[in-house]
């Protein structure tokens, strides 16, 4: 059994920092999606929705969502090559939004097997703690064991964001019975040193029927809650 439920936001965050599902949320709350992203899907083209997502100043609010979740709806080809562009962009925002767009793309996912390579490659060779985060929670929406290598190596990354990223993704990933080696990354990181990534970790292995083999490690206070916003983009897939 996968995890089904999303993570809440990073420590149970009160600087009143949002995530995507926030967003998402919020556009809808609004009385009309039209009026909280200022337009509905009324058959822009693709570039335009990119555009509106780029230029929102709250990278995690309503106006991008509005726009990142529309293009997810259409899951067509056009859809699929504009963000594979926006994958390889130097820009890192861009690179952001190219994952978050693929990670849901389309109902049942019609392209996962084009989308699956384009994320890998980004898992492999992007440094930027923020495009990593995005990149893995595609991989939790995904949820295709051909994920898992990439999965498992991002979660013995340096910084807790993308740990905490692969903490979400591989009870989504390492399949049915667990793969060992996921499994084991699973029980490692809900033993990290940051409380945000070890109490989301130990989630994923609750909600599976597991359980980690040793007691998380004790962590002090300089250590709690290292899960940052990062400029903004919050941590709540």
Avoid at 1 to 25: F, H
Avoid at 78 to 93: G, K, M, N, Q, W
Avoid at 206 to 230: E, F, M, T, Y
């Amino acid at each position: 059994m996968g995890v089904s439920e999303r993570p809440p936001a990073a420590g149970d965050r009160d600087d009143g920092a949002r995530g995507p599902e926030d967003a998402k949320d919020t556009a809808d709350a609004s009385g009309t999606a039209d009026e909280a992203a200022g337009r509905g899907d009324g058959g822009e083209p693709a570039q335009e929705l990119i555009r509106i997502a780029l230029t929102d100043t709250d990278p995690d609010g309503p106006v991008r969502w509005r726009a990142v979740t529309t293009l997810q709806a259409r899951g067509d080809p056009e859809t699929f090559a504009l963000a594979r562009r926006l994958c390889v962009s130097a820009d890192p925002a861009e690179r952001v939004l190219g994952a978050d767009i693929l990670g849901e793309l389309g109902r049942d996912h019609p392209l996962r097997d084009r989308t699956l390579p384009v994320l890998r490659t980004l898992a492999a060779d992007e440094d930027d703690p923020r495009v990593l985060y995005s990149v893995l929670i595609a991989f939790g929406h995904l949820r295709d064991g051909r994920a898992l290598p990439s999965v498992i190596d991002l979660a013995a990354h340096e910084h807790p964001t993308v740990r905490y990223g692969a903490a979400y993704a591989l009870p989504h990933v390492m399949g049915d019975p667990p793969d060992a080696a996921g499994l084991a990354a699973l029980r490692r990181l809900a033993a990290d040193a940051d409380e945000d990534v070890a109490d989301w970790a130990a989630l994923g292995l609750s909600l599976n029927g597991l359980a980690p083999n040793a007691a998380p490690a004790k962590r002090d206070s300089a250590s709690r809650g290292q899960v940052d916003d990062l400029g903004g983009q919050v941590l709540d897939p």
